[in-house]
């Protein structure tokens, strides 16, 4: 497969974004997975925060992937990849100047697009990473962003949990992200269409919704008709991918199988549990 230029890949993102159409993400963890998504006709790829945790570092995602590593796995990802990447970019790795330190790897990485969000991060002392920074700080980071950006072509999107907040706080920080020049906004927590149909008509760039297969919101053309451009449903390939090596393994090995599903292995191999009681110990974060 021959690669395409960064610029004509973030051109063909674009493209996609100026559509009628919704498109669904294809869980991009590594090269090959990035190869496979685009040989069976998938239009865009994700690089998700939380995976590149367990890919990299078998960690929960506790905001404990540095920019660096998670760059890293994106360059790889980016020096094959042959759809548009979309770059989980968590909170920018900071405040307003760490995002443009992120803005300047990613580009340069070769992703198509990349999400900030204006989550909390890493949790503070007696918190779970749930709270959201103050809008002026989350204006300031996007605002940071596209300052940073060189290749006008990549796409930025402003992220927000509108399952946390009021209808009204969420179309207040829509309307404010679109006004610093967020180029789509992105939106974690959506209910149902009543819900997103609410918050749409606020909505004059193109969405990005995290649904994780919520049969709710399963009818794409609806969604499409509502301004979603981009869906991603979660990272079902990743977990297979780790039932998969599991499986593999302990058939290897004559081990007897395992009653665990792809997502319960995923946590029982990685350092969830040791990080649970770390935030108990010495952050006096309860379940």
Known sequence: MATPSQHDLRKEFRNLLESERCY???????????????DLGFEVGILGGSV???????????????????????????????????????????????????ITELERAGVAALTIE?????AKFGHKSTDLIELDEAVGKIEAAID???????????????????????????????????????????RDFDHLEAISQHVLVPLMLVTYDNPELADRERLARNGVRIVVNGHAAYFAAIKATYDCLREQRGVDES??????????????????????????VRE
């Open 118 to 122: 204006d989550t909390l991060l890493p």
């Open 52 to 102: 590149a945790s367990l890919q990299v570092l078998a960690a929960p995602d506790f905001a404990l992937i540095t920019l660096s590593e998670f760059v890293e796995q994106a360059t790889r990802i980016g020096r094959v990849a042959t759809l548009p990447i979309i770059a989980d970019a968590d909170h920018g790795y900071g405040n307003a100047l760490n995002v443009m330190r992120t």
């Open 259 to 284: 009653p665990l599903n792809a997502s319960e292995l995923s946590e029982k191999y990685s350092t969830l549990d040791e990080n649970r009681e770390w935030a108990k110990r010495f952050m006096n």
């Open 24 to 38: 669904y993400t294809a869980s991009t963890f590594d090269p090959m997975s990035a190869r496979i998504a685009a």
């Open 148 to 190: 940073a950006r060189i290749d006008p072509t990549m796409s930025i999107f402003a992220r927000t949990n509108a399952g946390q907040l009021s209808t009204e706080d969420a179309i207040e920080r829509v309307k404010a992200y679109q006004q610093a020049g967020a180029d789509g906004i992105c939106m974690v927590g959506i």
